[in-house]
């Protein structure tokens, strides 16, 4: 036998399958009648399956598409003050889970124009846009509902504008609209009625168009934003339907998580 | 743009690439850090790869260059692009024998000790599941370089071993009796 025909590195690149199909035959061979060699590529596939097994263990936090909700109560989880730069992590990761989360479970993206909603949603963007409009023409009058408050405080928005709006002949949608820096601008949709079921957070994203819908207590509840950073917005509408389920004021951890995801509108 | 096709790449390729951002890292923090931050980047990029094959490739070297990013500003890059381990002669050889017979913890814990180079390129292949060719073009070597690394970084996984008390696994012929 010559010695480089079973070298480490050959019998490497064996158990490997980077052999061509001439040289892997020729090493089996080997094998069946050298002991020793067919020992050391017998260590070379246990130290391959050990490294392999390294690639098995599930990512932090991250959710299978059909299970949204512990994404987000991971990300609320109350965050360690002993140390300031764990406690950094903590929040940068938070704000992660909660974007990477969305995207690969709850955020549905669709190609760009055209823009193609149900009426009911129609009708709230409209209602959103005009309400924008309305903004820069006669400016804000502020209004400040008990529970939004230091949620949205938190994500750099502020509350300008509450009150019934009413679609068609019976519905009447409560509309907290927010503006903050940056021109960014936030709807908030509030319709009773909606039974009694409960309907897990969904995320659309269509071009510069971001909303979100959702349904808890009876209410259903729709979030629609133009040209918001993808994350912050997801980031909001996590922390809205968390308070809108809790019927709380968001907890430390996600108004600490909503302030990390502060990003710029881009229009 | 990041697209449901990417999402549906990333779902299947996310705990190989969770499992490099591991064997890169010697914390399960920073792994997850890296990783988090791979991903999220991997969503904002503008163009990503429309090819399953070089989306692939291109999330893993995503992920390296964070990794690396992180060694520069921590200035701890020199231990990878002047890892002595690199340069050392080939002297280690893989033995057989009962004494080899380890079980994997053994064996990722002797992984964690090898240099960041031979981490790196093992956990390439045998973790992310490249190909040599693949490896060396994510890499930017030759591919007789790759083969060559992957082979020093497990005889040095085998020497470590070798050092270190391990457990036995059953050998064969004992399961047989």
Request: with cysteine; proline share 6%; glycine share 6%.
């Amino acid at each position: 036998m010559r010695p480089e025909m079973a070298s480490d590195a050959r019998l490497s690149a064996y158990v490997d399958g980077e052999l061509s199909p001439e040289d892997a035959a020729d090493l089996a061979r080997l094998a069946v009648i050298d002991p020793e060699v067919a020992a050391r590529i017998a260590v070379l596939h246990q130290l391959k399956a050990g490294v392999a097994d390294l690639g098995h263990g599930e990512p932090p936090d991250l959710q299978m598409p059909d299970l949204p909700m512990p994404a987000r109560r991971a990300a609320a989880r109350p965050v360690p003050r002993a140390n300031g730069g764990r406690r950094g992590l903590v929040l940068r990761l938070a704000v992660a889970v909660l974007a990477l989360a969305a995207v690969l479970g709850w955020v549905n993206l669709q190609p760009g124009d055209p823009v193609q909603t149900e009426p009911g949603l129609a009708a709230q963007i409209a209602g959103h846009d005009a309400w924008a409009r309305a903004l820069e023409r006669d400016g804000a009058s502020p209004l400040a509902p008990e529970w939004l408050e230091g949620m949205m405080r938190a994500t750099g928005l502020r509350l300008v504008h509450a009150a019934p709006v009413r679609w068609g002949e019976q519905t009447e949608v409560m509309h907290y609209a927010f503006v903050g820096a940056n021109n960014c601008r936030l709807s908030l949709f509030e319709q009773p009625g909606a039974g009694v079921g409960e309907l897990a957070l969904s995320v659309t994203i269509q071009a510069e168009l971001l909303t979100a819908r959702w349904q808890v207590h009876g209410f259903a509840y729709s979030l629609v934003a133009r040209n918001m950073d993808r994350e912050r917005f997801v980031t909001i509408a996590a922390a809205a339907h968390d308070v809108t389920h809790a019927r709380a004021p968001a907890g430390a951890a996600l108004i600490a998580s909503l302030q990390a995801a502060r990003q710029r509108c881009s229009a | 743009m990041f697209d449901a096709q990417h999402q549906a790449w990333l779902e299947e390729m996310r705990r190989k690439l969770f499992g490099y951002a591991c064997a890169l890292c010697t914390d399960t923090a920073s792994a997850e850090d890296l990783y988090q931050d791979a991903m999220l980047r991997a969503m904002a990029a503008p163009n990503p790869p429309d090819d399953p094959r070089r989306y692939r490739l291109w999330m893993f070297r995503l992920l390296r260059n964070l990794w690396i990013d992180r060694l520069r500003r921590d200035r701890r890059l020199d231990e990878l692009l002047n890892d002595p381990a690199l340069a050392a002669p080939d002297e280690a050889r893989i033995t057989g024998g009962e004494q080899s017979a380890v079980n994997r913890l053994a064996v990722r814990q002797a992984f964690m000790q090898l240099s960041k180079a031979h981490r790196d390129v093992l956990a390439l292949v045998d973790i992310g599941g490249f190909s040599y060719d693949e490896a060396a073009e994510l890499l930017d070597l030759p591919r007789g370089t790759v083969m060559s690394r992957i082979s020093r970084a497990r005889s040095a996984m085998a020497s470590i071993l070798a050092d270190v008390p391990v457990v036995a696994l059953p050998l064969r012929r004992e399961r047989g009796q």
